[in-house]
């Protein structure tokens, strides 16, 4: 063999390179990897989604529990500090029992309202519940009278002076009941009952709030087909392809300040 064959023979195994089925099998494995990897990055996304979602929920409920028995817990408050302005009827109706109806459009049909009075400069938004600038109203006696309801799946506060702002997202409902006391016991309710089954205002010593919230985002893998039930709240089933996160919360409060 001469030179000259050897390095056509070199040159041929030099020229050598992927066959078809080999470029075929290195971009199948390919897609396979990229696919695993759109799945993973998909899943993760969904993953962040979901949490960001469930501590949406999980905050505002925290929240709006926490504003409705802070005020609820100081309804009747007073204190009579001012000698030249005493306090000759105070607050006959520390709270005002309401149920919404369908003919409210104001409102989220089916939720309950509740106005919570007490002596305070400063409403459940903050704003004074006296006008600063007249003498005769600084020198008195003030209170505050926070309405709070549902409006738009936000939980609203109208209070002293001014219109309704919306204090916390994601409240879908808000029932009410007010436990009274029918025995001359004041330290507990013999029953709960709905605010216009109320015999005597006066006599309820305890108040039972529950409430429903949502998430922002449907993120539930399937449609939420749960029946749902606060307190004497009618059955409520998600509307078809509902995929909101949903949570449901009850307590009771004491009305310290009638006891």
């Not at 993760?44 to 929920?57: A, D, M, Y």
């Not at 529990?65 to 204190?79: C, K, N, Q, V, W």
Request: proline share 4%.
């Amino acid at each position: 063999m001469n030179n000259k064959t050897l390095n056509k023979s070199a040159f041929r195994t030099r020229q050598q390179g992927f066959s078809l089925v080999e470029i075929l099998v290195a971009i199948t494995i390919g897609l396979v990897m990229m696919a695993g990897i759109l799945q993973v990055s998909q899943a993760n996304k969904e993953s962040n989604r979901l949490q960001r979602n469930l501590g949406f929920v999980q905050e505002n409920t925290r929240t709006a529990m926490d504003l409705l028995a802070r005020d609820i817990h100081a309804a009747g408050y007073y204190e009579n500090d001012d000698p030249a302005n005493p306090i000759t009827d105070p607050i006959p109706r520390f709270i005002t029992a309401t149920t919404l109806d369908d003919s409210n459009a104001a409102n989220t049909t089916g939720s309950d309202m509740i106005t919570v009075n007490y002596e305070s400069d400063r409403d459940c938004l903050g704003q004074l519940t006296y006008d600063d600038t007249d003498p005769t109203a600084v020198a008195s006696n003030h209170f505050a009278i926070n309405r709070w309801f549902i409006q738009n799946q936000r939980l609203m506060c109208q209070g002293t002076r001014g219109n309704a702002m919306p204090l916390v997202e994601g409240v879908e409902s808000l029932q009410i009941l007010y436990g009274e006391n029918t025995d001359g016991d004041p330290r507990s309710a013999n029953r709960y009952v709905r605010a216009e089954q109320v015999a005597n205002m006066n006599n309820v010593v305890s108040v039972r709030i529950a409430l429903r919230l949502i998430s922002r985002e449907a993120v539930r893998p399937s449609t939420d087909t749960h029946q749902y039930v606060l307190l004497d709240e009618a059955p409520f089933t998600p509307a078809t392809n509902d995929r909101l996160l949903r949570r449901e919360i009850a307590t009771t409060l004491a009305l310290r300040n009638m006891q």
